[in-house]
């Protein structure tokens, strides 16, 4: 059917047309491409047009789409049945792989979205040290639970102001509010509010408002600030699990966080979370602790099966094959840029990417926000119409799969040659 047609039904029934929101195109434009079926690297419209695809369902498919044994393995639990509401074995493998890839895991419990995993992270740590505030760093992403839906006030670290209207003033003013890589305002904050503070939680590498990575020390000085005043620190790695090497961030750089957050790969494409930690925290969850949480399809077999087979597969892989490619793809891009005389940063961590149009330094929410989105939306709109199917906002991640070859970076940098003569 016309997308046209399909987003006018879409509208009349379901808000915007979309079930999350960034999927309505608003940043850019135009209708959106509803998706008929993907395989490898390309997803296919319902008009039946190709695209290479970087948005890789924001991060899961870093096998890319409907990898075989994973499709076999989600098709053979299926045929076991879809949902017991009682413990599995399966379970347990899930929870013994996470552990064994991220050091400073001991337990696991898995939810069914990222935004379960951090909510109920945030809850744990306030539970856990008795304090009620926390600080976030401003345009980190860590799902829509309320304490973390807030925005900065004016200031360096400023006590949030609600991100949403149906967040109560008073809540979001216990989450404060930070400079991305601004060591300088944790200690300012950490000096006024330490001993009312239950967490500090970030985005080990920043995926959401476009890839900003940590400047040196950064990630360092928050483990520093939250030992000395006896909070917890929590990494959420919902993007950058599994994404930049076996296990996480922590991994590469050997900082290690008290509590974890997990989603997007460990589901394999199916609404999969997981937050882990410490025995000590974890055991202070219900039914070992008094800190409430439950779910009817937390640990779902198809979705673990599903996962499982991601990971198993995962194992197996070269992360720096993947990061290379997804370097001369960037690399390529700059020539382009450079040559047309257009603005433009690169922010690049492994396989995650974003082109910024502006001519100064990416490193928080502030210097990303200079970007020219007006410019985004038009190469977005000029990729699109080349077959390259790019997150449809300025401040998202690319991402690279597996199953991306070098062709496809061929006729990506083709697509943006192309789209480039038409700004
Ligand atoms: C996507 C994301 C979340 C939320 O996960 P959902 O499964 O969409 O609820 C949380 N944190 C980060 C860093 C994310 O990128």
Not at 182 to 187: L, P, Q, R, Y
Request: with cysteine; aromatic share 8%; net charge negative.
């Amino acid at each position: 059917m016309e997308m046209q047609e399909l987003f006018d039904q879409a509208r009349q029934i379901i808000p915007g047309g979309v079930n999350s929101p960034v999927r309505a195109f608003r940043a850019v434009g135009g209708t959106p491409r509803f998706i008929r079926e993907a395989a490898g690297a390309k997803i296919i419209d319902t008009e039946g047009r190709e695209y290479i695809d970087y948005v890789a369902s924001w991060g899961p498919m870093i096998l890319g789409h409907s990898h075989p044994d994973v499709v076999a393995a989600i098709r053979e639990a299926a045929g076991r049945g879809t949902s017991y509401g009682a413990p599995t074995e399966i379970e347990i493998g899930m929870a013994r792989r996470i552990v064994d890839a991220f050091p400073s895991v001991e337990m696991v419990r898995m939810v069914s979205s990222g935004t379960e995993a951090t909510m109920t992270a945030i809850r744990l740590a306030r539970g856990f040290t008795g304090r009620d505030r926390i600080i976030k760093f401003s345009g980190c992403y860590h799902g829509h639970a309320d304490s973390l839906l807030v925005k900065a006030g004016s200031g360096v670290a400023t006590l949030g102001i609600p991100g949403s209207p149906g967040i109560p003033p008073r809540l979001a003013e216990l989450t404060i509010s930070i400079p991305f890589n601004d060591s300088g305002a944790v200690g300012e904050a950490v000096s006024r509010f330490g001993d009312e503070l239950a967490c500090i939680i970030v985005e080990p590498v920043a995926g959401n408002m476009g890839v900003v990575p940590p400047r040196p020390g950064f990630l360092e000085d928050l483990r520093e600030a939250t030992r000395q005043c006896g909070s917890l620190l929590i990494f959420d790695e919902v993007i950058t699990g599994f994404r930049l090497a076996y296990g996480g961030w922590q991994n590469l750089t050997g900082i290690t966080p008290d509590l974890t957050c997990l989603g997007k790969i460990i589901g394999g494409g199916l609404p999969v979370g997981a937050l882990g930690g410490r025995r000590e925290i974890m055991e202070r969850l219900a039914p070992t602790g008094p800190v409430y949480q439950a779910g009817t399809l937390s640990g779902n077999p198809i979705a673990m099966s599903a996962g499982i087979a991601t990971l198993d597969i995962l194992r197996g892989k070269s992360y720096p094959t993947l990061d290379a490619m997804a370097a001369r793809l960037c690399a390529g891009m700059a020539d382009l840029f450079r040559e047309k005389g257009i603005p433009f940063r690169i922010n690049r961590v492994g396989s995650l990417f974003t082109l910024f149009f502006t001519a100064e330094e990416v490193v928080d929410f502030a210097t990303a926000s200079q970007s020219d989105t007006e410019l985004f939306a038009r190469f977005f709109q000029g990729m699109l119409a080349a077959g390259v199917y790019l997150a449809p906002a300025q401040f998202e991640a690319g991402f690279l799969s597996f199953a991306h070859t070098d062709e496809d970076i061929a006729r990506t940098l083709a697509a943006c040659e192309k789209a480039l003569s038409t700004l």
